[in-house]
Protein backbone atom coordinates (compact mmCIF):
# COMPACT_ATOMS: atom_id res chain seq x y z
CA UNK A 1 0.00 0.00 0.00
CA UNK A 2 0.93 3.70 -0.24
CA UNK A 3 1.02 6.39 2.90
CA UNK A 4 3.14 9.90 1.75
CA UNK A 5 5.37 11.99 4.42
CA UNK A 6 5.63 15.69 3.77
CA UNK A 7 8.32 17.38 5.05
CA UNK A 8 9.47 21.24 5.39
CA UNK A 9 9.81 21.16 1.31
CA UNK A 10 6.02 20.51 1.68
CA UNK A 11 6.04 18.26 -1.13
CA UNK A 12 4.95 14.55 -0.50
CA UNK A 13 6.94 11.85 -0.89
CA UNK A 14 4.82 8.69 -1.92
CA UNK A 15 6.23 5.21 -0.28
CA UNK A 16 5.57 1.54 -0.67
CA UNK A 17 4.42 0.29 2.98
CA UNK A 18 3.63 -3.56 3.88
CA UNK A 19 0.32 -3.61 6.24
CA UNK A 20 1.49 -4.43 9.79
CA UNK A 21 4.60 -2.75 9.42
CA UNK A 22 4.91 0.44 11.71
CA UNK A 23 4.51 3.98 9.88
CA UNK A 24 8.02 4.71 11.17
CA UNK A 25 9.52 1.50 9.79
CA UNK A 26 8.04 2.48 6.63
CA UNK A 27 9.72 5.83 7.05
CA UNK A 28 13.37 4.36 7.78
CA UNK A 29 13.15 1.70 5.49
CA UNK A 30 12.49 4.65 2.50
CA UNK A 31 14.90 6.94 3.68
CA UNK A 32 12.22 9.67 4.86
CA UNK A 33 14.65 12.39 6.21
CA UNK A 34 13.23 13.59 9.49
CA UNK A 35 12.33 10.90 11.07
CA UNK A 36 14.95 9.99 13.26
CA UNK A 37 13.47 7.03 15.07
CA UNK A 38 16.07 7.06 17.83
CA UNK A 39 14.55 4.66 20.11
CA UNK A 40 13.51 2.02 16.93
CA UNK A 41 10.03 1.83 17.85
CA UNK A 42 10.46 1.64 22.07
CA UNK A 43 7.94 4.77 22.42
CA UNK A 44 10.92 6.44 24.67
CA UNK A 45 12.34 9.31 22.05
CA UNK A 46 9.52 11.24 20.33
CA UNK A 47 11.95 11.69 17.41
CA UNK A 48 9.21 10.28 14.50
CA UNK A 49 6.65 12.79 16.06
CA UNK A 50 4.36 13.22 13.00
CA UNK A 51 1.34 15.08 12.61
CA UNK A 52 -1.94 13.42 11.00
CA UNK A 53 -3.93 16.78 10.60
CA UNK A 54 -5.32 15.04 7.31
CA UNK A 55 -6.47 11.87 8.78
CA UNK A 56 -10.24 10.93 9.93
CA UNK A 57 -9.37 9.88 13.91
CA UNK A 58 -11.01 6.77 13.70
CA UNK A 59 -8.62 5.37 11.79
CA UNK A 60 -6.13 5.74 14.19
CA UNK A 61 -5.20 3.46 16.99
CA UNK A 62 -6.23 5.27 20.42
CA UNK A 63 -3.27 6.95 22.07
CA UNK A 64 -1.38 5.12 25.28
CA UNK A 65 -0.57 7.41 28.04
CA UNK A 66 2.71 6.31 27.69
CA UNK A 67 2.33 7.99 23.85
CA UNK A 68 0.72 10.81 24.88
CA UNK A 69 3.58 12.01 27.98
CA UNK A 70 6.25 11.11 25.22
CA UNK A 71 4.18 13.91 23.19
CA UNK A 72 4.47 16.42 26.08
CA UNK A 73 8.06 16.43 25.70
CA UNK A 74 8.62 16.30 21.87
CA UNK A 75 10.77 19.14 20.66
CA UNK A 76 8.17 20.48 17.99
CA UNK A 77 5.01 21.85 19.04
CA UNK A 78 2.65 19.54 19.97
CA UNK A 79 -0.93 19.80 17.93
CA UNK A 80 -4.48 17.99 17.89
CA UNK A 81 -3.20 15.64 15.05
CA UNK A 82 -0.04 14.75 16.47
CA UNK A 83 1.09 10.89 17.28
CA UNK A 84 4.48 9.23 17.29
CA UNK A 85 4.67 7.32 14.08
CA UNK A 86 5.98 4.12 15.83
CA UNK A 87 2.81 3.50 16.93
CA UNK A 88 1.05 3.56 14.33
CA UNK A 89 0.43 0.73 12.08
CA UNK A 90 0.83 0.56 8.25
CA UNK A 91 -3.22 -0.57 7.40
CA UNK A 92 -5.83 -0.45 4.50
CA UNK A 93 -7.15 2.71 6.35
CA UNK A 94 -3.72 4.60 5.85
CA UNK A 95 -3.98 3.85 1.73
CA UNK A 96 -2.69 7.56 1.09
CA UNK A 97 -2.33 9.14 4.02
CA UNK A 98 -0.09 11.88 4.76
CA UNK A 99 2.08 12.18 7.46
CA UNK A 100 3.64 15.51 7.58
CA UNK A 101 6.94 15.40 9.94
CA UNK A 102 7.70 18.82 12.32
CA UNK A 103 10.89 20.71 10.80
CA UNK A 104 13.07 19.56 13.84
CA UNK A 105 13.13 16.24 16.06
CA UNK A 106 15.60 17.71 18.31
Same mark, same amino acid.
Not at 7 to 30: I, K, L, W
Not at 64 to 75: G, I, Q
Given at each position: *? !???? #???????? %???? $????????????????????????????? !???????????????????? %?????? *????? $????? #????????????????????????
Amino acid at each position: *M !TIKF #RNGSGEPV %EVRA $RAGVSVMEAAVMNNIHGIEAECGGACICA !TCHVYCDGLDASVLPEMSSE %EDDMLD *MATAE $RRPGS #RLCCQLRVSDNLEGAVFTIPESQF
